[in-house]
Structures are given as C-alpha cells and as structure tokens.
Antibody, heavy 120, light 107 residues
Framework: EVQLVESGGGLVQPGRSLRLSCAAS????????MHWVRQAPEKGLEWVSG????????GYADSVKGRFTISRDNAKNSLYLQMDSLTAEDTALYYC?????????????WGQGTVVTVSS | AIRMTQSPSSFSASTGDRVIITCRAS??????LAWYQQKPGKAPKLLIH???TLQSGVPSRFSGSGSGTDFTLTISCLQSEDFATYYC?????????FGQGTKVEIK
C-alpha cells in the first residue's frame, strides 16, 4: 500500500524558514518523480515544486522560485521542501504527491498534508 | 506559465444528471491533462490522466476528452458521492498548473 506521510509543518514567523519532509513507502521511490502541492485555506490547489526520479529535473512555481528548494533522498525514501523567507501568502496545507512517471505525469497518490502557518 | 481556466466555477445538479466540466489551457498542452476530485477535508484523488485515461479504480461514469487547449470531464450519471470540487491540471511544461476548480453542489 502506497503511503506518503508529511511532517515539519507548524507556526513560523514571517521571514523565517521551515523544512518539510515526506516519508514514502509501498512503492519503489526512486522510480518516480515527486511533487509538493499546497492549498491555502478555502482556496484551490497550487503546484509548488516537483523533482524527477534522479533529481535531474526540478521545477518551481513562480510564487516560490528563489525561496523554496526541493530535494529527495532515494536511499531514505524521502522528499523534502526547504522553505525560506516565508510570507503570510505561504500559509497553506502542503501535500506531498507521487507522480505516475519518473519525470512528468499526473499525481496518483497524495499524503494527508502538513499545515504551515506564517504569522507573527 | 500556462493558465488553466475551468468553467463553470460552481453549479448545482441532481443525482442522475449528466455533468460536463470544461477546462481550457492558455496554450497547447497536447494530452498532458489530468482531472482530480477533492472532497472537504480530504486529499485530491486522481480521476483521469493523459486527458482521457481513466485511473484504476475510478468508476466508468467518469470520462475525459480533448487535446491541445480544450478539455472536458463528463460524469454520465451523477451519484451522491460525486458532489465535490474538481480540478484540471496540466503537466506539459513547468510550472505545472491547476485550474481554479469547479464545485458541484446538490440541487
């Protein structure tokens, strides 16, 4: 059974940093691209960042480019999102999602998310 | 970035209705289009990928069509469990982008 468990969310002050983690199990992690998707309260889905199976292809939403860094550790079956210079607009539920492909595809499994609140 | 525009943003329907949701891309995305269903408090669920391929386990009353810039999600006979918000998403080029969502409510 595929499982994606996010952690690392919490309350953080504007301008500070936070690192999210996603622990994956139930599939061959290093075969698939992985993504972070967020959802602000009462808003729609926003793709944040994605990373290919071998970290050779990485992309970011314009809203986070230069502030967020995605990475993965295939030996630990883990995905990460380093979030710097956080603002109130980054407040959201952050989902980890598994791609159907090694490079670019749809998202067939999602975690339950971790909440990030940016507030003073 | 490619902009995805869904219509309508919301509407009311009855069980048994045939429902069509449209999604338009601001530029051609071939068939790199997915549809998701999200219920309140839950993570999204993949319904269709590659514009028309039904994800394993998804009921056959869901179908997708289109290519290029115009796409549709059809629910042939709406069931009570289908009342939810639906999102399209392109994965043709970075940054991947979602539509704003279509909320299907009970009439």
């Amino acid at each position: 059974e595929v499982q994606l468990v996010e952690s690392g969310g919490g309350l953080v002050q504007p301008g500070r940093s936070l690192r999210l983690s996603c622990a994956a199990s139930g599939f061959t992690f290093n075969d698939y691209a992985m993504h972070w998707v967020r959802q602000a309260p009462e808003k729609g889905l926003e793709w944040v960042s994605g990373i290919s199976w071998n970290s050779g292809s990485i992309g970011y939403a314009d809203s986070v480019k230069g502030r967020f860094t995605i990475s993965r550790d295939n030996a630990k079956n883990s995905l990460y999102l380093q979030m710097d210079s956080l603002t109130a607009e980054d407040t959201a539920l952050y989902y980890c999602a598994k791609d159907t492909q090694g490079t670019s595809g749809a998202f067939d499994f999602w975690g339950q998310g971790t909440v990030v609140t940016v507030s003073s | 970035a490619i902009r995805m525009t869904q219509s309508p943003s919301s509407f009311s329907a009855s069980t048994g209705d045939r429902v069509i949701i449209t999604c338009r891309a601001s530029q051609g995305i071939s068939s790199y289009l997915a549809w998701y269903q999200q219920k309140p408090g839950k993570a999204p669920k993949l319904l269709i990928h590659a514009a028309s391929t039904l994800q394993s386990g998804v009921p056959s009353r869901f179908s997708g069509s289109g290519s290029g810039t115009d796409f549709t999600l059809t629910i042939s006979c709406l069931q009570s469990e289908d009342f939810a918000t639906y999102y399209c998403q392109q994965y043709y080029s970075y940054p991947w982008t979602f539509g704003q969502g279509t909320k299907v409510e009970i009439k």
